[in-house]
């Protein structure tokens, strides 16, 4: 989705938040309850116990991969160790400030720690400096009008089936025409002088406002349905980058059970939800959520 992205910890959440503060372009915001990532976790600050600052998300991948194949290493060896530890191992984390070589300013790091029967590992991912007390209450600001969601969300259940599709509209324009309406319809077209290039799933899973589709429309063409809905005021349709739509897809990477589409009021901008069962069950896991708004572009622009 981006190179670097804020941090935000506070009591009770950790969130991974993507170009909130920027304010162009897509924007992505992953939350997680404490207890699906830690089991201890203590955070103090001066700042109502909230804490927040930038991450090279590269560097704390490649930290992370590194650190979690040391600790399989650590806990497989020193269970087989006779006498030894046999307990499980953990992961710390920790924000510290160290003086990196060369240098004579100290510097913050988030540094990962793991020890083993006869050494420890430590891996020291570079961070910003904290963010300032404005700074975070303009990022919480940002995070609370970022999640509000629409009033009509649908499911799009064959996701691979978008991207391929969307693959192909890279390659005719650059702007994207989405329609939602209450019915469940999906409509997605891009248009240039020469050539339109369009899609339609009908009849998704609704939740939120939703209406009775007509049956009278059954025969008319995709353009025409989604014109009649946005008369009566079912549907709402908005214009947004094709690249940036394509992006978004990116997210599914993550393995979510589901996605949802939906446009916030007033066609303010394009958000996609994705959903995370409870492994094994069909229930929602509440402690994860995942979502991405994308920006409108102005029509007159276009």
Not at 1 to 21: A, E, P, S, W
Not at 109 to 133: H, M, N
Request: glycine share 6%.
């Amino acid at each position: 989705m981006g190179k670097i992205c804020h941090l935000y910890l506070t009591r009770d959440h950790v969130y991974f938040l993507h170009n909130l503060l920027n304010g162009d372009g897509i924007q992505c915001i992953a939350q997680f309850r404490k207890e699906a990532l830690f089991d201890e976790y203590r955070l103090s600050s001066q700042n109502d116990d909230r804490i927040s600052f930038a991450i090279d998300l590269s560097l704390l991948h490649r930290a992370l991969h590194s650190i979690i194949s040391i600790y399989t290493e650590f806990s497989a060896g020193d269970s087989g160790v006779p006498g030894g530890n046999s307990a499980p191992n953990h992961i710390q984390i920790k924000l510290v400030k160290k003086l990196p070589p060369h240098s004579q300013q100290p510097m913050p790091f988030l540094t990962f720690e793991t020890k083993g029967y006869k050494s420890a590992v430590i891996q020291d991912v570079p961070i910003s400096k904290p963010l300032s007390r404005s700074d975070v209450l303009e990022l919480q600001a940002a995070l609370d009008m970022a999640q509000d969601l629409p009033q009509t969300l649908i499911q799009v259940p064959h996701m691979h089936q978008l991207q391929n599709f969307v693959e192909k509209m890279k390659n005719v324009g650059d702007v994207l025409n989405v329609s939602i309406s209450k019915y469940g319809d999906l409509h997605l077209q891009v248009s240039t002088s020469l050539i339109t290039l369009g899609a339609e799933f009908r009849k998704l899973s609704v939740i939120g406002d939703q209406a009775q589709s007509p049956t009278d429309d059954q025969n008319l063409s995709a353009q025409s349905r989604t014109r009649i809905a946005l008369q009566r005021g079912d549907a709402m349709t908005v214009q947004v980058s094709v690249k940036h739509f394509f992006k978004s897809l990116q997210c599914h990477a993550a393995k979510p059970d589901c996605a949802f589409y939906g446009i916030t009021q007033q066609g303010a901008c394009l958000t996609v939800v994705f959903q995370f069962f409870i492994p094994g069950t069909h229930q929602t896991d509440k402690a994860i959520s995942l979502h991405c708004r994308l920006p409108v572009l102005d029509p007159g622009a276009s």
